[in-house]
């Protein structure tokens, strides 16, 4: 691989894990934004509270996505071992975080003075937390498709070096190639 190709590669996955952040980031700012006080003590419009936090959430699935496709679907791509493992341990973290939410989110909801419907909680952190399991294993199927692919290769150049072992000069010395009929005497 060139230099520029490495650096394309790197670029797009901390696009990718920038784009992850920020969208498992605005989930929770949209999830808690209805039992959250305002600022100011009054309640600020609906554009920075909800729509703004929505329309990041939507660009960064977007980036996500665009991103994901090129760097693990292009032809020239081998991020099966180390992608999967960045997928797992980046969306396992990202799962635990928004169960975490979820979790305190449920528990501290019927005692909240602003809120005490959790349909709003629900409604923003299940989908991420479902988009976060989707990668996880996406990302152990891309392990294990890369796992099993390594230890086909392994078998293949066990069998060249034992085939290359059992040859001399371009002549095979098993029997198994030879056409000697069995009774001959």
Same mark, same amino acid.
């Given at each position: 691989?060139?230099g520029a190709?490495?650096?394309r590669?790197i670029?797009?996955w901390?696009?990718?894990?920038a784009?992850?952040?920020?969208?498992?980031?605005?989930?929770?700012?949209?999830?808690?934004?209805?039992?959250?006080?305002?600022?100011?003590?009054?309640?600020?419009?609906?554009f920075?509270?909800?729509?703004?936090?929505?329309?990041y959430?939507?660009l960064?699935?977007?980036?996500?996505?665009?991103?994901?496709?090129?760097?693990?679907h292009?032809?020239?791509?081998?991020?099966?071992?180390?992608?999967?493992?960045?997928?797992?341990?980046?969306?396992?973290?990202?799962?635990?975080?928004s169960?975490?939410?979820?979790?305190?989110?449920?528990?501290?909801?019927?005692?909240?003075?602003?809120?005490?419907?959790?349909s709003?909680?629900?409604?923003?952190?299940l989908?991420?937390?479902?988009?976060?399991?989707?990668?996880?294993?996406?990302?152990?199927?891309?392990?294990?498709?890369d796992?099993?692919? &390594?230890? &086909?290769?392994?078998?293949?150049?066990?069998? &060249?070096?034992?085939?290359?072992?059992?040859?001399?000069?371009?002549?095979?010395?098993?029997?198994?190639d030879l056409?000697?009929?069995?009774n001959?005497?």
């Amino acid at each position: 691989m060139t230099g520029a190709k490495v650096l394309r590669r790197i670029a797009s996955w901390l696009l990718f894990l920038a784009a992850a952040t920020w969208f498992l980031v605005e989930t929770i700012e949209l999830a808690t934004a209805p039992y959250l006080a305002a600022y100011d003590g009054e309640i600020t419009d609906l554009f920075t509270r909800f729509y703004l936090p929505l329309l990041y959430v939507v660009l960064c699935l977007g980036v996500m996505f665009t991103t994901q496709f090129a760097l693990f679907h292009h032809p020239e791509s081998n991020t099966g071992y180390m992608g999967g493992i960045v997928l797992m341990v980046f969306f396992g973290v990202g799962f635990g975080v928004s169960l975490y939410a979820l979790i305190r989110g449920m528990i501290s909801v019927p005692y909240n003075a602003y809120c005490t419907n959790p349909s709003f909680l629900y409604c923003a952190v299940l989908p991420a937390m479902s988009i976060f399991f989707g990668e996880f294993v996406y990302g152990f199927v891309l392990y294990w498709q890369d796992h099993k692919a &390594k230890k &086909k290769r392994e078998v293949i150049e066990e069998a &060249k070096e034992k085939a290359a072992k059992e040859e001399v000069d371009g002549v095979h010395l098993n029997k198994e190639d030879l056409d000697i009929p069995a009774n001959v005497g």
